[in-house]
């Protein structure tokens, strides 16, 4: 079965910093992996995926994760953190081999960029 | 860009009663899914249609139905409604025409509430 770890409930950075939010992975296969954003009160959005090829993707507003496999992760990175970063992070995998489509999700990550 | 709509945005029932969510991908994409949020929870994935033929299936109870119709929107019939329903739905849609992988888009959700 198909499962996602997001360690930290909570990242802290300020503005300007960069940011890591963490993100590991079990599937039987080969994963496809997403992360996704959401803001209070809205659906998930679309950050960026790794299907196959280059190891490090890079996304919408800024945001870049690499894919290590041997370490079973994929954690999302940017090198600036703004404000309007705050929002709950979501990684989730979908197991290539299976065949089936559905996203499984980590528990999110609540990231706060404190001016 | 077009995205995925859904209908009605909140929604208010009484224990046991009926209710019927929309949602209507986006245009061209030919797979339909539905994610049940809790609150402080992470997307929990309930069933998906591609084709108008259920092709995943995920932690659905018996009292909710669902089905893709030739327009490709898909409905979600929930029956005999509990308290524990009260969550965020949403729906996502992707093109996986071809034996592609693409990308869940979701849409914003319908937050139901069951008194």
């Known amino acids: 079965a198909q499962s996602v770890a997001q360690p930290e409930d909570q990242v802290n950075v300020a503005e300007g910093n960069p940011l890591t939010v963490k993100c590991t992975y079990s599937?039987?296969?080969?994963?496809?992996l997403f992360w996704y954003v959401q803001y209070p009160n809205r659906g998930l959005q679309f950050l960026l995926k790794y299907i196959t090829g280059d190891n490090l993707v890079k996304g919408s507003y800024g945001f870049e994760a690499e894919f290590n496999k041997s370490q079973t992760s994929f954690h999302l990175k940017k090198p600036s953190a703004l404000v309007s970063d705050s929002a709950l992070y979501f990684c989730?995998?979908?197991?290539?081999?299976?065949?089936?489509?559905?996203?499984?999700f980590g528990t999110g990550t609540r990231l706060l960029v404190s001016p | 860009a077009a995205g995925v709509i859904q209908s009605p945005r909140h929604l208010i029932k009484e224990k046991r009663e009926t209710a019927t969510l929309k949602c209507y991908p986006i245009p061209r994409h030919d797979t339909v899914y539905w994610y049940q949020q809790g609150p402080g929870q992470d997307p929990q994935f309930l069933i998906s249609?591609?084709?108008?033929?259920?092709?995943d299936k995920g932690s659905i109870p018996d009292r909710f139905s669902a089905q893709q119709f030739s327009d490709y929107h898909s409905e979600l019939n929930m029956s005999s409604l509990e308290l524990g329903d009260s969550a965020l739905y949403f729906c996502a849609s992707s093109s996986e025409r071809g034996g592609s992988t693409d990308t869940q888009y979701f849409g914003p959700g319908t937050r139901l509430t069951v008194l």
């Open positions: 989730a995998v979908r197991d290539k081999d299976t065949g089936f489509q559905k996203l499984v």
């Open positions: 249609f591609y084709e108008k033929m259920q092709s």
């Open positions: 599937v039987s296969g080969n994963p496809y």
